[in-house]
């Protein structure tokens, strides 16, 4: 069975400084997807940046970008020049091809002004 | 875009009674719709996965006679809350997603709270 970890209930940040998120994950299967999800206070689900396992190029979204590490089955994700609005939760999530969105237990980032 | 519609986005119920939230697809046809369910800063936890026109999947340990889903059309899929006691109160949230494509896209939610 597949599991996510991310093992940072809670992490702070200053405005404009840069930040980064862990995640790691557990599967035998080669093929995959991997998904960065942000949920602010009003708990909408916006999904941030999306890797497919068999490119092997980091996957960018203006200033969200991941470091994906299929070997070590590690998928971090950086946020540069942090904002306020990027106050929110922010989940990791695996899936199979054809399979079942499986969450991490989510790291509540706190953007301090 | 890929816009995902909840309704309603909150609702209070007496114990015993029967509630139904609708997910909608606004943009685009959406031929799988997935039901969450979420506890105050907590994971995600998927209840059910429901294919437009098919039996809803629902996963270990849901009961699927007390949480009835319906994927009636390719933009609309309900789930019914039924007989709804204190512990049903929960954020729901559905999520869509396009036809041979992974992505799935979230509705706002809905907080349902029983008394």
């Known amino acids: 069975a597949q599991t996510v970890t991310q093992s940072q209930p809670e992490m702070s940040v200053q405005e404009a400084e840069t930040v980064t998120l862990s995640c790691t994950y557990d599967t035998s299967e080669s093929n995959y997807y991997l998904f960065w999800y942000k949920q602010p206070p009003s708990r909408q689900m916006i999904l941030v940046i999306r890797?497919?396992?068999?490119?092997?190029q980091n996957a960018t979204e203006n200033r969200f970008s991941v470091n994906f590490q299929k070997a070590a089955k590690s998928f971090s994700l950086k946020i540069s020049d942090s904002q306020l609005g990027d106050t929110a939760m922010y989940f990791c999530a695996f899936m199979k091809l054809r399979g079942k969105l499986i969450f991490g237990q989510g790291t509540t980032l706190q953007v301090k002004p | 875009g890929a816009v995902v519609s909840q309704h309603p986005s909150r609702v209070i119920c007496k114990s015993g009674t029967s509630v139904k939230i609708e997910c909608r697809s606004l943009?685009?046809?959406?031929?799988?719709m997935f039901w969450y369910r979420q506890f105050p800063k907590q994971s995600l936890m998927l209840m059910a996965t429901?294919?437009?026109?098919?039996?809803?999947?629902?996963e270990q340990g849901v009961e699927k006679d007390k949480f009835l889903i319906n994927h009636a059309s390719l933009t609309l899929s309900t789930l019914t809350v039924t007989s709804a006691h204190p512990e049903d109160s929960s954020f729901y949230i559905c999520?869509?997603?396009?036809?041979?494509?992974?992505?799935?896209?979230f509705g706002p939610g809905t907080r349902l709270l029983v008394l």
């Open positions: 890797q497919e396992a068999y490119k092997q």
């Open positions: 999520s869509a997603s396009r036809a041979g494509q992974e992505t799935q896209y």
């Open positions: 943009d685009f046809q959406a031929t799988t």
């Open positions: 429901s294919n437009e026109g098919s039996k809803a999947t629902y």
